[in-house]
Structures are given as structure tokens and as C-alpha cells.
């Protein structure tokens, strides 16, 4: 019975200890035999692709181990869990990290060196898991890693696209997209496991049924695909603990086309077959626009249904009755992509568990958490209803349901408003009915929480305005992180030896509170040295990098501004180009002797533009029109270079953030949500240059204004200015530099035209115009500040020292305490 199996389980565990042994000579003959069994080359010829696939597959034995003994450990204490849903993933490398968090890197380091290998070559091997778009996806990433780190018993559920983020290559300066097929050269990260499926049902019809006495609906579904799961284990650092990425790829199920097969169909029937597999073959490119596509609603249905499968089977395990759900699940919705999982849970409660609707009500009200990650209108998402009516429709039915009960009660608090009403339906009515999925999620959690403070204000004042004066009581926010082992630990080894020696301990590494350690020597003469040291060598091999892909050669005494993220017109990177129009105009018109007064710069650019997105490949364009002017002009030489580092993704940022001295972060105020690239910059001691926008702000609190370039308009003028419309004062210098481009100084004045036209007074939305002066006003505090590299060297100190409150772990233990109410679950040893 159960009390022999426990019994079993803990004298295994009373015996246990980890199989496998980390000492080099062990490493070694592990990762030969890796080379000759699993790689299937000859241990005495193998080339560094090779050897880093054995490697992997050795480190891959080492987690299993950990992840095996975790999954036991949960399954005993059968703890609450959070269950995170996430359709993006931005996980980068696995190799550096795991064995960082695994606690031998050097043990391998040493153990490759005696067979003639450098560890981090081998590592650059490595193709980066890109199965997301941009903050969004990296955000979850970061709090995977915490985590597993922090010892929560927590799994994260994903789609693994087998095309990942398209590649961007630049031809004439133009952005073009590559299909990123990942797993051409194998996965030794994941593990298949052919026996973890499900099915997942589509289309079809609802049928009315009698049931009990009554009538009740029942959905007859026509097309079933078959969700296998994928595991990614995801060790912790300083723990036992490695936890589960669970992700599903789509496999056509033999439940579908017995009959074709009967009527001699074949071939047709297994060609058929493998459409069931597109939908999980690739991932959308678009961070926010969404158009509506029934591939991408299979693949959220998709997605969901396999999850909740999933999470329903391991709570039948061990309980019988549903109303203890919620004190054994959260249900964490990742934005929302994943919100037809509300819909689920109702329709398996219902339909398949028999539970009555308020029973089943009741069970949803207490385990979603929702987090949004924007503020624009236009990232909201939307489906039409004809295509869930003909993909789900008992789904649509549901949907329904909860709207009208929703609304029945609305009116009773609020009378009939009936804008207001219109506003907060679920149903967007019109032309083109949809569902609004955000007022679905608002509705249907328990908490809604923005990621940021300023975002949480703007969600209540503006975008949610409605919902919040409804129920005050379910808005918060969470401020965004970034986990320290890979923003630091991975990606700068050597800053990473500077902290733990000045602080004499690494528990920073799974406590960032203690950077603060670091203030007090803020102006030690010594520290000063060591970090001039550090940060030249990261600068150094990020010119090394820059040389071979642009072939520019760039000076390690300049100062190295880098604006890297997604093109948005909001994040504003023609704003960006525009000022180093500016400098560049400013060096020409200069007389000859001035110019030694002109401090260095290496303006770097860096970053995607969704396929469609015509405007922000303008801007990248831009960029490399104008880098070709400055790059050749002899009259500027080491004064002023601007690169476009091409492919920007997790594995380019480690290596250009170390490198930095400058980073941008200049949206216009009230439009990034958080933004977290900031906060790697921030770790790394690199100065920001920013606006009072989304984490900034938070930022200024921590470190201090003194210690950043701060400009532009604040959120609340933003509407003000917008407001004055073609009245808007605009300074001449940036009427300059526009008609410069504008007039074909770059060449391609038709293609510019109309980037041009949008930042015309009148029509510039995002303020350009009215933030150029200041914006010019800040570079030229920074050009002032670097010149004082003592100056320039305390306050990059600081900055590290006061990245504390931005690391994802404290994000993620506000999550735990305040919204999921979930508790560490540590593996012993
Ligand atoms: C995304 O990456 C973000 C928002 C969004 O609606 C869609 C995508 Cl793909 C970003 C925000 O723009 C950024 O400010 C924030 O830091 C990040 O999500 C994580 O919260």
C-alpha cells in the first residue's frame, strides 16, 4: 500500500547520495565517453562542436540527478506549486549557467583543460534557446531561475517551437529574417519524454444532453493533436533543488483519421497527418501587434489544454476532492497569452468533473494571478469571435456565461452606465465582435499585478480605470528583476570575482541586498583600479566582437554608448540616431583645435524589428546609413563611430552589457512597462542615461539622481505636451538634423520620408521634438562626467552597489508571499 511505498522511497533516500562525482578525472573519462557513446565520435578526433556536445550531455547526467531527486521530494511533501504559464521563453545558453548554478564549473574548466579544451570556447558553441520576443520572455526566464534558486516548488509550462526568434541579417543595411531552425544540431537540454501526453481537442460542434434529470452541453470536438512533453530541468544555485521547464510539442494522434484510412486514403491521410505538427512549429515575431490568427489561437488552446491536463492529472493523483484545488495550485498567467486557461479550468470542472458552475466558479476565483506587461492599447490582445466559435466553441459558450454573469452583477453596483458597462464587457461588440482576453483575465483572478510601480498608477488611473474603482483590493504590482547569475555571475566572471573579494563572501549571488556592502568604498583608491581594470578587459573583447561583425575598429578609451532592445518607435532609437546626428554635425562645424575637446564616443545599436513592423526597420536602416557616413569620414576618425551589432538575443547581451559604460533607456515617459534591460546594465556598473520611465524610476530611488543622466518630459506632461499638437516649441537643432535626413544627406531620402514625417511638430507622438534639448542636455552632462574617470568610476560603483531591489529573486519572493501564497520546498542534502 501507500505507507510501503513511503517507506521504500525514504530508505532510497536514506541511502542516497549523488551518483556521479565531480573530481576531473571523473569529468574527464565522463565526457570521453560522452564523445564516443552519445556524440558517436572517436574519443582520440573530435572537433570543439563535439566536445562541447559531450560536455553538454555530461552536465545533462549531472541535472537529472538533482532534477530526479527534486521531483521526488515534491511529490512527498506535495506542497502547494505554482504553475507558471508562459507562451515565450527566453532562456539564452544552458551550458555556463547550469554548471554555475550546479556549483563545478571550475571543476570542468580544469578537468577540459587537461584534454586541450578552454571552457569557454566550448561554450560559445552553444545555439541560444530564443523561444521569445523581447523583455516579456527574458522576464521569464529570470524568474525561472529564481525559482529554482529560491526552492519553490514551482514548474513552468512553454510551447517548444522548433523555429525559434527568426535570425536578423543585415544586407545593404536593411533588416531580413532568417527561419531559426534550433534544433537542427540536437537539444541535450531537454528531455523527451514519449510517455507524458495528451490530447488536445479542436472544432466541432456543442451538443445539448440529457443529463440528471436536466439538459446540460456537451462539446463534440472533430480534430485531435496529440501534446508531448518536453522537459527542461532548471538547476538552482546554492540548492539541491532543479526544477521543470515544461514544454509541449504537437504530434499528430492516431484518433483522428482511422476512417481515412479505411476508405484507402493513405497517402493523403498521412500527409494530413503532419499539420497537426505546425502547431507548435513557430513562434510569433510580433511583441505586441496581434492580428488575429487562428495558427496562434490553436497554439495558445493548444498550450493550455496540455497544461491543464497536466496539472489536473497530478492533483487527482494525490487528492480526490476539487474544493482543496486551490490550496494545492496557482495558476500564474504570463500577460494575456495564456488566459484561455481560465476557460478551461471552467469547462474540465464542469463538463468533465461535474461540478455545478458555482462550485466551479468559486475554484477559478481562487487560483488565477494575472501580470501585464504594457500599457499600449494596441498590446491588448483581442480574438474574433467567429474564429473561436469555430475552433471552441463550447469555449465561446463559457466565455459568455461568465460575461453575463459579470455583467448581471456590474449593473447592480453600478447601475446602468452603459458606456461603462460596454467598456468593461468581456464581448467587444461591432463590426468584428472579439473577446477583450485582458478583461477576461481581470474578471476571472484573484490579483492583477503591473511590473512595475508606475505601471501598477497608469494601469488604475488609465488603462484599467474601470476595473480598479470596481475592486481596488486586486491591484499591485511586482517591480521586475533580472537574476544576478547569469546578468553577472555568467556573463562577467571577472566583476563577479571583484564583488566577492571586496565583500569577502558570494552569498550575494543568492543575495543581492548585499551589494550595498560596496558603497563604503565607493572612492577606495584601490577598488578604483582593479574596476578600471575590469571594465577595460570586458570593453576589450566587446571591441574584438564589434571588429569582426562590422568590421569597424573602435578605441577602448571612448566612451561605449549602447542602446540595445526591441525597435519601437516608444523606446524611441531615432531619437537616439537623431543626437548622434547632432554630435556628428556639432564635430564638422567645429574648427580644428576644438575637436580635442571632444570626448570619444562608439555609439552601439542593437536590436529586432518585427517582421511587419515598417517603421522600425526604417530606423534600423537609418542606422546603418548613417553609420556608413560617420564610420568613413576622416574629419571624425576616433571621435564618434556608431555600430548596429546584428542578431541581438541573450547571448550577444552578455557579452555587450559587461562592455558598456553609457546605456540608453529613453522612452517616452508612461510607455515602458518596466524595462529590465536597465537593471543588467545597472549590475555590471554601466551609468544610465534615461527617462522617469517604468523601473527607472524605482532606479533613481535606489541610486540615486545624482549618479544617472536623467531627462525629458515626465509621465504626467507626456499628455500635456501631446495636448499642444502642432504648437509644440521645438528647438532648431532638431529641425536640423531631420531635414538632414530628410534631404538625402544619408542618401535614400524616399525610403525616409516617412520615419521623417512622423516626428513632424503635430504629428510627433512619441515627443521627440520636445525632448531633444534635454536629451542633448544629459549627453552633454555625460560627455562632462567621463572625463573625470574618478568621477565616472564612483558613480559606475554605485550604480552596481545600488542594484540590490532589482534582482528577480526579490521580484519572485513578492510573488510567493503576496499572490500565490506558496512556501520554499527544499530538497534535502
Ligand atoms: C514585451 O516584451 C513586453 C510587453 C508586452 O506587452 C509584450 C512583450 Cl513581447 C515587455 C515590456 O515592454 C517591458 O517594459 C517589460 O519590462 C517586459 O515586458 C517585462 O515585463
Known sequence: GLGEERAKVD?????????????????????????EYTVARSRFSFDDFEAYQALAHSVRDRLIERWHDTQVHFKRKDPKRIYFLSLEYLMGRFLSNSVINLGIRDQYADALSQLGFEFEVLAEQEGDAALGNG?????????????????????GYGLRYQYGLYRQV??????????????????????????????????????????????RQVWVPKETVEAVAYDNPIPGYGTRNTITLRLWAAKPSDQNDMESYNTGDYIDAVVNRRTAETISSILYPDDRSHQG?????????????????????????????????????????????????????????????????????????????????????????????????????????????INFNFIEKLKKRIGLDYDRLSRMSIVEEGAAKSIRMANLSIVCSHTVNGVSKIHAELLKTRVFKDFYELWPHKFHYKTNGVTQRRWIVVSNPSLCALISKWLGTEAWIRNLDLL?????????????????????????????????????????????????????????????????????????????????????????????????????????KLCHAVAEKINNDPDVDDLLKLVFIPDYNVSVAELVIPGADLSQHISTAGHEASGTGSMKFLMNGCLLLATADGSTIEIIEEIGADNMFLFGAKVNEVPVLREKGPALKVPLQFARVVRMVRNGYFGFEDYFKSLCDSVEVGNDFYLLGSDFESYLEAQAAADMAFVDQEKWTQMSILSMAGSGRFSSDRTIEEYAEKTWGIEPCRCPF
Not at 530508505?11 to 564523445?35: A, C, E, S, Y
Not at 531580413?176 to 481537442?201: A, D
Not at 494575456?336 to 476557460?343: D, E, G, N, R, Y
Open 516 to 620: 550595498a556592502g560596496l558603497q563604503e568604498y565607493a572612492t577606495n583608491a584601490d577598488l578604483h583600479q582593479e574596476w578600471k581594470m575590469v571594465r577595460k578587459v570586458n570593453k576589450m573583447r566587446l571591441a574584438e566582437y564589434i571588429e569582426t561583425m562590422s568590421g569597424v575598429k573602435v578605441s577602448v578609451d571612448a566612451m561605449f554608448d549602447v542602446q540595445i532592445k526591441r525597435i519601437h518607435e516608444y523606446k524611441r532609437q531615432f531619437l537616439n540616431i537623431l543626437g548622434i546626428i547632432h554630435r556628428y554635425d556639432c564635430i564638422k562645424n567645429m574648427e580644428k583645435n576644438d575637436r580635442r575637446n571632444v570626448v570619444p564616443r562608439v555609439c552601439i545599436i542593437g536590436g529586432k524589428a518585427a517582421p511587419g513592423y515598417e517603421i522600425a526597420k526604417k530606423i534600423i
Open 170 to 215: 543585415i544586407l545593404d543595411g536593411y533588416q531580413h529574417e532568417q527561419p531559426y531552425y534550433w534544433l537542427n544540431f540536437g537539444n541535450p537540454w531537454e528531455i523527451e519524454r514519449i510517455h507524458v501526453t495528451y490530447p488536445v481537442k479542436f472544432y466541432g460542434t456543442v451538443e445539448e444532453e440529457d443529463f440528471n434529470g436536466g439538459k
Open 135 to 155: 523583455g516579456l520572455a527574458r522576464l521569464s526566464a529570470c524568474q525561472i531561475d529564481s525559482l529554482a534558486t529560491l526552492d519553490y516548488p514551482a514548474l
Open 293 to 401: 490568427k487562428e495558427l496562434r489561437l490553436k497554439q495558445q488552446y493548444f498550450f493550455v489544454s496540455a497544461s491543464l491536463q497536466d496539472i489536473i492529472r497530478r492533483f487527482k493523483d494525490a487528492h480526490s476532492n476539487f474544493d482543496d484545488f486551490p490550496e494545492k495550485v496557482a495558476l500564474q498567467l504570463n500577460d494575456t497569452h495564456p488566459s484561455l486557461a481560465i476557460v478551461e479550468v471552467m469547462r474540465v470542472l464542469i463538463d468533465e468533473e461535474h461540478l455545478s458552475w458555482s462550485r466551479a466558479w468559486d475554484i477559478v476565483c481562487k487560483i488565477f494571478s494575472f501580470t501585464t506587461h504594457t500599457v499600449l492599447p494596441e498590446g491588448l490582445e483581442k480574438i474574433p469571435v467567429d474564429l473561436l466559435e469555430s475552433l471552441l466553441p463550447r469555449h465561446l459558450q463559457i466565455i459568455y456565461d
Open 11 to 35: 530508505r532510497m533516500f536514506g541511502l542516497m547520495d549523488q551518483f556521479l562525482k565531480n573530481d576531473p578525472i571523473t569529468l574527464q573519462n565522463d565526457i570521453l565517453r560522452h564523445v
